[in-house]
């Protein structure tokens, strides 16, 4: 049985906890743990700290997101599209933003700038077979539905 908490250990005591803004919030925001403003050029990307460490209950897996406004409006997102923070994980959380914005972008420290969801992880036996069972799609890859 899983414990039902998220444990957060801070780098620092300057370092701001993962909070939801919002009782509706699905994510918890983490925010850029920097001494200084750090530059990104377009299409580059960074590295950014947060100055947390996570204990994730087992099952579960903290899924690191883009915050919306700030890929919207600024064109920064996490690089690989989505974070994925494993239960066994205890090192500092870091997110990998990329610039896809058309200007330079300047993360200030404290700074909000992804978002972790925890979501369930099936963890299922892996069992090799002959045959997978029919489907009315089979095979049919991108666009096969027809719409």
């Not at 993962?18 to 050029?41: F, I, K, M």
């Not at 209950?57 to 599209?81: D, H, I, W």
Request: hydrophobic share 40%; with cysteine.
């Amino acid at each position: 049985m899983r414990e039902n908490v998220l444990k957060i250990k801070r780098m620092g005591e300057d370092v701001a906890l993962p909070c939801r803004e919002t009782p509706g919030s699905a994510g918890y925001d983490l925010r850029a743990h920097l001494t200084a403003p750090l530059g990104v050029e377009p299409g580059a990307w960074a590295m950014v700290p947060t100055g947390l460490m996570a204990e994730i209950p087992e099952g579960l897996a903290g899924m690191v997101f883009s915050r919306s406004g700030l890929g919207t409006k600024q064109g920064m997102v996490v690089a690989q599209g989505v974070g994925v923070i494993d239960s066994d994980y205890r090192g500092e959380i870091k997110v990998p933003l990329r610039n896809m914005g058309e200007a330079p972008y300047e993360i200030k420290p404290g700074e909000r700038i992804a978002q972790m969801v925890l979501l369930p992880a099936a963890l299922l036996p892996v069992e090799e077979v002959q045959a997978l069972s029919e489907t009315q799609r089979g095979e049919g890859g991108f666009g096969s539905t027809g719409k």
